[in-house]
């Protein structure tokens, strides 16, 4: 069974300070993560995809196969970025674009 | 996003009443899916659709039921409500094959109270 674990239900940091948010999973085959963040009374929304290795509102993330982790990062956090934050995976096969959410990190930033 | 609407938004209800939440999307997509957010828990999986004829259970489909009565709609309910189903209800859709993307379009959500 696949699973997402987010340790940090709270993160806090200051206004220019770097931002890391945790994500791990167990999953037997090559998963697809995804980071999707809910801003204060807007939608959940995806921020980033790990195949697009793109890099959204100066966040990254990176797979990590040998430890199974996707860690949301961003050198200079900003107060907009204060939000929900979902780790998520998709597995392959029939079930593929099924997601399986992890517990989901509130990041405040201070200023 | 007002693709992805949800109604109602907000609903109180009693123990042992059957609720239905429903929602409607115009984004044209195939895949449809209803979770539910608790606090601590995150987002959870109940049912999910890939296409009209196609239903599935999610990681906690006791007690709750579905019906995807077109490609745009698609309902949940519980039959029998009970104060643990006390939650955020989410529906969302998402494309499939066509683009490859499967990014998924979330609704503004329902926040359901059992009492």
């Known amino acids: 069974a696949q699973r997402v674990t987010q340790p940090e239900k709270l993160l806090s940091v200051f206004k220019g300070a770097p931002v890391e948010l945790k994500c791990n999973y167990s999953?037997?085959?090559?998963?697809?993560l995804f980071w999707y963040v809910q801003y204060s009374r807007q939608r959940l929304q995806l921020l980033l995809r790990?195949?697009s290795r793109e890099s959204i509102k100066g966040f990254t993330a990176d797979l990590n196969k040998g430890e199974t982790s996707f860690h949301l990062k961003k050198p200079f956090a900003q107060e907009e970025d204060s939000a929900m934050y979902y780790c998520a995976l998709t597995s392959g096969g029939t079930s593929y674009g099924k997601l399986t959410f992890g517990q989901g990190t509130i990041l405040t930033v201070h200023p | 996003d007002a693709d992805v609407t949800q109604t109602p938004r907000n609903r109180i209800t009693k123990t042992g009443k059957r609720i239905m939440l429903e929602c409607s999307q115009t984004?044209?997509?195939?895949?449809m899916y209803w979770y539910r957010q608790d606090p601590g828990l995150g987002l959870r999986l109940i049912y999910y659709s890939f296409d009209v004829k196609d239903i599935n259970k999610g990681e906690i489909s006791d007690g709750y039921s579905v019906s995807r009565q077109a490609q745009a709609k698609f309902s949940l309910s519980l039959e029998s409500a009970i104060p643990n189903q006390t939650a955020l209800y989410f529906c969302?859709?998402?494309?499939?094959?066509?683009?490859?993307?499967?990014?998924?379009?979330f609704g503004p959500g329902t926040r359901l109270t059992v009492t």
């Open positions: 984004k044209g997509h195939d895949r």
């Open positions: 969302a859709t998402s494309d499939g094959a066509a683009t490859g993307t499967y990014e998924q379009y």
């Open positions: 999953y037997s085959g090559s998963p697809e």
């Open positions: 790990h195949i």
